[in-house]
Nanobody, 117 residues
């Protein structure tokens, strides 16, 4: 079992920055890939960025060059540094972890990010 808790969301103006954190607990040694997803009102959940167990990263085209995902394994924490935020980045952001040999998916409860124009 793994628990994920996001924090760091809030209300910012366009062009500003935010850093999201996702703290994991439980059997953290079983966590493989981790990622950030987001869901805007009336839209489906979409991938924002992935941090793979071997250290590689992948970003959605819409955030490439503005967002940066990183992981501090000593602190069991995943981060998402978001720069030059745009109103279209407004969404609930969710942390995701792939766990164990069965590759079960775990999700956090989400944190709201609102960007005003």
């Amino acid at each position: 079992q793994v628990q994920l808790v996001e924090s760091g969301g809030g209300l910012v103006q366009a062009g500003e920055s935010l850093t999201l954190s996702c703290e994991s607990s439980g059997n953290t040694f079983t966590i493989g890939d981790m990622g950030w997803y987001r869901q805007a009102p009336g839209q489906s959940r979409e991938l924002v960025a992935i941090n793979r167990a071997e250290g590689t990263t992948q970003y959605a085209d819409s955030v490439q060059g503005r967002f940066s995902i990183s992981r501090d394994k000593a602190k069991n924490t995943l981060y998402l540094q978001m720069n030059d935020l745009k109103p279209e980045d407004t969404a609930v952001y969710y942390c995701n972890a792939i766990v164990g040999v069965l590759e079960l998916e775990y999700w956090g409860q989400g944190t709201q990010v609102t960007v005003s124009s």
